[in-house]
């Protein structure tokens, strides 16, 4: 069996551990999350640690041992994400981006596509962060696709019942995904309502890639409700708040 292996990845967290030593955590499109003990990267000199920025997508070689966790020996930086990392808006987003990945993603778990898309939208936001709201309401979709939880859009996800232009539908919030009909609303509740141009908008995103999402029209609080939602149905999935989604900043500013 090869021990010395090289991959390419995006880097997820770097987490110190025993002496001077650091464990790198790393999507990698074939493996899935990827454990490896970083040897003197505590070290204010160390040659590997700077490459090992949250978000950065990198090269690497490392030796494979007999535990989960395996040795990194070079690394290369290929790409640092740096206009992104010097925005007010950026930083946050990544961080939201690089917590649902570590959430989703586990060891041994090949994700070739879903990997290279990933680095599209990153790659895309670090040339346009203008593109923030389609590009990551595209992106929350992408995961419930790519992890097996597409929303059902034309249906009622409670009881099939077909949903109609111009009728009233509500997020699913408490589990699960997709909308409901009116038929199962609380007429007191109108948080989470949903108009036909949103749906519209979720449908065109599920078809196309990330190079086409420009040129989306709605308004600030669309998006701020439609990623809210899809943000829902994520933590629905998970059992568990993500964290850095209230830390978003999708008001616009620098």
Same mark, same amino acid.
């Given at each position: 069996m090869q021990r010395n292996l090289n991959d390419i990845g995006i880097v997820l967290n770097l987490k110190q551990a025993k002496d001077a030593n650091k464990l790198l955590f790393m999507f990698s499109p074939e493996r899935g999350k990827l454990t490896l003990n970083v040897k003197g990267a505590g070290k204010s000199l160390s040659k590997l640690a700077p490459s090992l920025d949250g978000g950065n997508i990198i090269q690497i070689s490392y030796y494979k041992g007999k535990? +989960?966790? +395996? !040795?990194?020996?070079?690394?290369k930086l290929i790409d640092d994400l740096s206009? !992104?990392? *010097? *925005?007010?808006?950026g930083i946050? $987003?990544?961080l939201y981006l690089l917590e649902l990945i570590s959430l989703f993603i586990q060891p041994e778990m090949p994700l *070739? *596509?879903?990997f290279n898309e990933t680095v599209d939208v990153i790659q895309l936001l670090d040339s346009n962060i203008d593109l923030i709201p389609p590009a990551l309401a595209y992106y929350q979709l992408l995961v419930l696709n790519s992890f097996g939880y597409t929303p059902p859009l034309d249906e009622c996800a409670l009881c099939s019942r077909k949903l109609l232009a111009n009728e009233k539908r509500r997020a699913i919030t408490s589990e699960g995904v997709g909308y409901m009909c009116e038929q199962h609303m609380d007429e007191l509740d109108n948080t989470f309502l949903i108009k036909d141009n949103i749906l519209k908008v979720q449908k065109y995103l599920l078809k196309i890639t990330a190079q086409d999402i420009q040129g989306i029209a709605l308004g600030n609080d669309e998006w701020k409700l439609l990623l809210s939602i899809q943000n829902t149905? $994520?933590?629905n999935i998970l059992e568990k708040k993500i964290i850095s989604f209230n830390m978003l900043n999708l008001d616009g500013s620098r």
């Open positions: 535990s +989960d966790i +395996d !040795l990194l020996l070079e690394v206009n !992104l990392k *010097s *925005s007010i808006r946050p $987003l990544l *070739s *596509s879903f149905w $994520l933590q």
